[in-house]
């Protein structure tokens, strides 16, 4: 299985700031998957980000939001701006080969906005 | 679109004894993958189990198995022999088959351990 570490591990900012978190995967993997878990819920999708172009959003996300850069194989970051308390969660990455059905986390980052 | 249902927020087990944990889901796609996911204080996502759609043989792992009704569209994880350890949230997640899809996960169920 692949290792996946994350940057920051957690973080506490101030509403009005943005804060990028990095997930590092220690091989080459196709997607990655930006999961957001709000306090007390289950997971949600925030985006779909393959190399090479840009990251697919599900509903309710959008790319000003929540930019997300995919400069290879191995590495992303999920930038969440203009914070508010609301965006308080759990990120989580996910990485998936396309022929390993399995996909496997990272351990998150968790942020709390004050 | 795809649903991944678990009924029950919450469930206790004594410590050795057996425990069943429900999860249904809603698709109309043949060829798919469900998991189950368990998430300590730690918070982070640990894969317990997987099965193939196209598989009728129930997966296990040591303590873990699952009961796989694809007629009902039903995915039941069973811990038997519960340690103290066990006690999470568990996620049943959905993926389909084609293509490198994200996973759609329940709400969870959160499972405490009593000695």
């Known amino acids: 299985s692949a290792v996946i570490s994350q940057k920051p591990s957690r973080d506490i900012c101030q509403r009005g700031t943005s804060l990028t978190i990095q997930c590092q995967v220690d091989?080459?993997?196709?997607?990655m998957f930006w999961y957001r878990q709000q306090p007390g819920q289950s997971l949600t999708l925030i985006a779909t980000a393959n190399q090479g172009s840009e990251a697919t959003y599900e509903s309710g996300f959008v790319i000003d939001k929540f930019p997300i850069s995919r400069p290879n194989l191995t590495f992303s970051t999920l930038t969440v701006s203009n914070m508010s308390p609301e965006d308080s969660s759990i990120y989580l990455c996910s990485v998936g080969q396309s022929f390993q059905e399995t996909q496997y986390f990272g351990p998150g980052t968790r942020l709390l906005v004050l | 679109a795809q649903t991944v249902t678990q009924s029950q927020p919450e469930m206790s087990v004594q410590e050795a004894e057996t425990v069943t944990l429900s999860c249904t889901y809603d698709t109309s796609e043949s060829d798919y993958y469900l998991f189950w996911y368990k998430q300590p204080p730690s918070r982070q996502m640990i894969l317990v189990i997987r099965?193939?759609?196209?598989?009728?043989q129930n997966a296990t792992e040591n303590r873990f198995s699952v009961n796989f009704q694809k007629a009902a569209k039903s995915f039941s994880l069973k811990i038997s022999d519960s340690q103290l350890g066990d006690a999470a949230m568990y996620f049943c997640?959905?993926?389909?088959?084609?293509?490198?899809?994200?996973?759609?996960f329940g709400k969870g169920t959160r499972l405490s351990v009593i000695a």
């Open positions: 091989s080459q993997v196709t997607m």
């Open positions: 997640a959905y993926r389909r088959s084609s293509g490198n899809t994200p996973l759609v």
């Open positions: 099965q193939e759609a196209y598989k009728q």
